[in-house]
């Protein structure tokens, strides 16, 4: 089993920058990938970022340049620094592990863009 907890979303102008970060615990030496998916207001569902245990990375197109994801192993974290941030990019932002244990989600963190 693993255990995922976002945090860092919140209220940003346009422009702005905001960094998430996904803390797992549990058999995380199972995991294989991790995902930030984002569910916009309308409640489409958008691939955003991933990266691999080896630690290769890939960017949803609407964020490529804009956003970086990455890792530090010895907090068990991933991270989504988001900058130039635009209001379409307001979701709920969830962070996914997949593990050779099966797939795992977090509860999801806010992510608001607006003046």
């Known amino acids: 089993q693993v255990q995922l907890v976002e945090s860092g979303g919140g209220l940003v102008q346009p422009g702005g920058s905001l960094r998430l970060s996904c803390a797992a615990s549990?058999?995380?030496?199972?995991?294989?990938?991790m995902t930030w998916y984002r569910q916009t207001p309308n409640k489409q569902d958008e691939y955003v970022a991933i990266?691999?245990?080896?630690?290769?990375?890939n960017y949803g197109d609407s964020v490529k340049g804009r956003f970086t994801i990455s890792r530090d192993n010895a907090k068990n974290t991933v991270y989504l620094q988001m900058n130039s941030l635009k209001p379409e990019d307001t979701a709920l932002y969830y962070c996914?592990?997949?593990?050779?244990?099966?797939?795992?989600w977090g509860q999801g963190t806010q992510v608001t863009v607006s003046s």
């Open positions: 549990g058999s995380i030496s199972t995991i294989l990938t």
């Open positions: 996914h592990a997949q593990a050779s244990s099966g797939a795992y």
């Open positions: 990266i691999t245990s080896n630690g290769g990375t």
